[in-house]
């Protein structure tokens, strides 16, 4: 005589014991939609420019992102172009006008490398930075077909 006819409940034995497996189809479709939400999330643009560490770059309000272009750094005793020193800020100094030969020299041969259209410049500088020196390194830029420059600076936070 059979358990159901008897009126007595099976036993776990006489049952067929079945572990719930998902598809794997649904899994994959799952993980597939989490890893490209998570590539969305992240900034594709990512940081172009790295700021040097020993300078204080002033704030600003401006939202847009800077291109990759030639670096000037002016830090409180020389003027970089893409990591190298070029000229003392004791040598600016004692520039008449705003020419600064040397730093003429050095941007005259990277401009011949380079296309017209590619020729833009980004100057970091500490917000203390004198004017002096800047406009005599921006004069400098232009007078070596430079003349598409900006100055780095950090987004004010509100």
Known sequence: MSAFMSGMVPRKSQTQQKTAMPPLTSLVDMMTILLVFLLQSFSAEGQLVT????????????????????????????????????VSINEIDTTQGLDIKILHDELTDIASLSDKEE???????????????????????????????SLLVVEREN
């Open 51 to 86: 700021p040097s560490k020993d300078l204080e770059l002033a704030e600003s309000t401006s939202k847009k992102s800077p291109k990759p272009s030639l670096m000037i750094e002016v830090t409180q005793n020389s003027v970089m172009v893409d990591g190298r020193v070029i």
């Open 119 to 149: 020729r833009e410049v980004i100057i970091q500088c500490d917000k203390n930075t004198d004017f002096k020196h800047l406009k005599k390194i921006m004069g400098t830029c232009a007078r070596a077909s430079w003349s598409q420059f």
